[in-house]
């Protein structure tokens, strides 16, 4: 089964200071990874995917990702973090069907930005 | 903000009990998906609807059901309500059938049942 990681419950880290949200991935065939924010009382907000191409992926925010194929992983990274990204953070992967596709996510990691 | 809206936004239901969720789709977007988020998980896949037809499933049972309007809103159907059905339910839509790069969600509907 074609699934995602995500082996921190909690990541905190002070505000300024590079952060780095762990994801792993197990995927038959090439990989569509994707990274979902979601703010209290809010859906979820997409933040950047990976298709194909650059290793090094740009999203919003001024967060980024960096895909490994060797160590299977597609961590988010943003290089100085600030209270407001605060939030809870989803790593997740497209799995193909008969006639449909859907998005399988990890368990969420909670980012916690202190002043 | 996406565009998605889901009402309502809260709802307390018993045990045994029905209850309809629904959802209007970004403006132009034929696909919509709903999902269930438990506390402390992420998002599991329901179904998915693509011009009102359902053309995916995930492991629920059949007393979750939905419905696809001709303006492509949707709404989710739930029977016989169990305690476990508790969750936070949320609705994406994207603008093509085969799901679109990435999904615009709404803010959700939680879902207590007592």
């Known amino acids: 089964a074609q699934s995602v990681a995500q082996p921190e419950d909690q990541v905190n880290v002070a505000e300024g200071n590079p952060l780095t949200v762990k994801c792993t991935y197990s995927?038959?065939?090439?990989?569509?990874l994707f990274w979902y924010v979601q703010y209290p009382n809010r859906g979820l907000q997409f933040l950047l995917k990976y298709i194909t191409g650059d290793n090094l992926v740009k999203g919003s925010y001024g967060f980024e990702a960096e895909f490994n194929k060797s160590q299977t992983s597609f961590h988010l990274k943003k290089p100085s973090a600030l209270v407001s990204d605060s939030a809870l953070y989803f790593c997740a992967v497209r799995v193909m069907n008969t006639g449909f596709q859907k998005l399988v996510f990890g368990t969420g990691t909670r980012l916690l930005v202190s002043p | 903000e996406t565009g998605v809206t889901q009402s309502p936004t809260h709802l307390i239901k018993t045990r045994g009990q029905q209850v309809t969720l629904r959802c209007s789709s970004q403006?132009?977007?034929?696909?919509v998906s709903w999902y269930q988020q438990a506390l402390g998980q992420g998002p599991q896949f329901i179904f998915q609807y693509y011009r009102e037809e359902e053309n995916g499933r995930g492991n629920f049972p059949p007393r979750f059901s939905g419905l696809q309007f001709p303006n492509y809103s949707s709404e989710l159907n739930v029977n016989a309500l169990e305690l476990d059905d508790s969750a936070l339910y949320l609705c994406?839509?994207?603008?093509?059938?085969?799901?679109?790069?990435?999904?615009?969600f709404g803010s959700g509907t939680q879902l207590s049942v007592l």
């Open positions: 403006s132009g977007h034929n696909t």
């Open positions: 995927v038959s065939g090439n990989p569509y």
């Open positions: 994406a839509s994207s603008p093509d059938g085969a799901l679109g790069e990435k999904l615009f």
